[in-house]
C-alpha cells in the first residue's frame, strides 16, 4: 500500500508524515483535538511555553486512556461474573 505524505501542524510547528491514506482522518481530527486542548489549557492556565502546553496535554490524555482502559477492564469482568452466575444458575436448575 501506498504511504501518503501529509504535515500536521501542531502548536504552531509542521510536522511531515508519511502515514497510509486509511489513516489521514483519523490523524487530522487527533491534531484538530489536541490543538483545541492546548488553547484551552493555554487560556485557563495563561501557559505561554508551547512545550509545558504539550506535557500538560500529553498528561490529560494519557490520563483518559487510563480511565478508558480500566472502565473497560471492569466491564469485561462484570461480563465475565454475569456470565459465570448465569451458567451457575442454569446448571442449578438443570
Known amino acids: ?49 508551547d512545550q509545558d502546553l504539550l506535557a500538560m496535554c500529553a498528561l490529560q490524555l494519557c490520563v483518559r486512556l487510563e480511565r478508558t482502559d480500566s472502565q473497560k477492564k471492569e466491564a469485561k469482568q462484570q461480563i465475565l461474573d454475569d456470565i459465570l452466575s448465569m451458567k451457575k444458575s442454569i446448571s442449578d436448575i438443570i
Open 1 to 49: 500500500m501506498d504511504k501518503l505524505n501529509i504535515k500536521i501542524s501542531l502548536a504552531n510547528r509542521l510536522y511531515p508524515m508519511n502515514i497510509n491514506p486509511h489513516e489521514e482522518k483519523i490523524i487530522r481530527v487527533s491534531a484538530s483535538k489536541i490543538d483545541k486542548m492546548l488553547k484551552k489549557l493555554k487560556e485557563k492556565y495563561s501557559v505561554k511555553d
